[in-house]
């Protein structure tokens, strides 16, 4: 089981830079794949990106590739999303989730979520 609290969302402009963190808690953090997600109204969930256990491997959705990078610090049970160049297109409230696969993609594959943070972009 683990725990999962989202933070650093915001308002922000269109061009600037917006990095959210997720705080974990509980058992063997090392061992979940994670991953961020967004969900826009009216919208389904969406994953943004995902990162194996030990970080060496990641995955970017076309839509923020090479404009979002996903990280983890294992030592401090913490994954992070670092969200450059954002456009309107990227509001939505995001939320951080743990997969028991070494680098989970589908939505099916992860089992514990945050609350998620909300993310405005003003054009």
């Known amino acids: 089981q683990v725990h999962l609290v989202e933070s650093g969302g915001g308002l922000v402009q269109a061009g600037d830079s917006l990095r959210l963190s997720c705080a974990a808690s509980g058992r063997a953090f090392s061992t979940y794949g994670l991953g961020w997600f967004r969900q826009a109204p009216g919208k389904d969930r969406e994953i943004v990106a995902a990162?194996?256990?030990?970080?060496?491997?990641?995955w970017h959705a076309d839509s923020v590739k090479g404009r979002f990078t996903i990280s983890r610090d294992n030592a401090m049970n913490m994954v992070t999303l670092q969200m450059n160049s954002v456009n309107p297109e990227d509001a939505a409230v995001y939320y951080c989730a743990a997969s028991r696969e070494v680098l989970g993609i589908p939505i099916t594959e992860y089992d514990f979520w945050g609350q998620g943070t909300q993310v405005t972009v003003s054009s």
């Open positions: 990162i194996s256990w030990t970080g060496d491997s990641t």
